[in-house]
């Protein structure tokens, strides 16, 4: 069973462009979270949605949006983008309950992005 | 909000057994505790979750204090394989509206050859 899969795995974007992330989950699964992961924040959760509504959200501001498609594919986007947004941006997929319910989550190798 | 405490770093001799600390005081009643953890240059990877009670597989045990308001994640016998950085996770969040998942700051583990 082929894993999730992210694409692009590396981008470079410039200040106040915007760009879109694509995530596609393990067949089957029809739970999609999105996590940032930067050196000096650690890993922070971004949101999760579960058969096309977004189930759970983080603290990012409203430049950071996602939506998930009929097939459980879920895009990332953001918006106007900062120096700040540079980060390793990590997507990952689960059967049925998130984390909280005892659900376990497969990872992606992630999209690195870059912002200059 | 929620958040887990974990030391930065660890070491371990290879061979050893190693039982890296996660408190989590504000836990909700329900939540299930993970750990994942991050190889390199990868995405984290599932290790163990529990609710209450401690739990076994094929790659560590997890110990939960009775309260819930700390885990211990056991790795038998430690192998170089398993330097990477140990996460534990808890959700934040009421039970009315939506939710997010704490990461801790992860626990660097460093296994000696």
């Known amino acids: 069973k082929a894993g999730v899969t992210q694409t692009p795995r590396y981008l470079i974007k410039t200040r106040g462009q915007q760009v879109t992330l694509s995530c596609s989950p393990i067949s089957g699964h029809r739970s999609v979270s999105w996590y940032q992961q930067t050196p000096g924040q650690g890993l922070q959760f971004l949101f999760e949605y579960f058969s096309e509504t977004q189930r759970n959200k983080g603290n990012f501001p409203g430049r950071f949006s996602g939506r998930q498609f009929s097939n459980s594919r879920s895009e990332m986007n953001v918006s106007t983008l900062e120096l700040g947004d540079s980060a390793l941006y990590l997507c990952?997929?689960?059967?049925?309950?998130?984390?909280?319910?005892?659900?376990?989550?497969?990872f992606g190798a992630g999209t690195r992005l870059s912002v200059l | 909000d929620a958040k887990t405490t974990q030391p930065n770093s660890m070491e371990s001799n290879e061979e050893e057994p190693v039982h890296l600390p996660c408190n989590h005081s504000?836990?909700?009643?329900?939540?299930?505790i993970h750990w994942y953890r991050q190889l390199p240059s990868q995405g984290p990877e599932y290790v163990i979750h529990?609710?209450?009670s401690n739990v076994n597989n094929r790659m560590a045990s997890l110990a939960i204090a009775e309260d819930r308001k700390s885990s211990t994640l056991i790795l038998h016998r430690a192998t170089l394989r398993d330097a990477a950085v140990y996460y534990c996770?808890?959700?934040?969040?009421?039970?009315?509206?939506?939710?997010?998942?704490?990461f801790g700051t992860g626990t660097r583990l460093k296994v000696l050859a």
């Open positions: 990952a997929s689960s059967h049925d309950q998130g984390l909280a319910g005892g659900g376990i989550q497969y």
């Open positions: 529990g609710l209450t």
């Open positions: 504000t836990i909700s009643g329900t939540d299930y």
């Open positions: 996770i808890l959700r934040d969040g009421g039970y009315t509206g939506t939710y997010k998942y704490i």
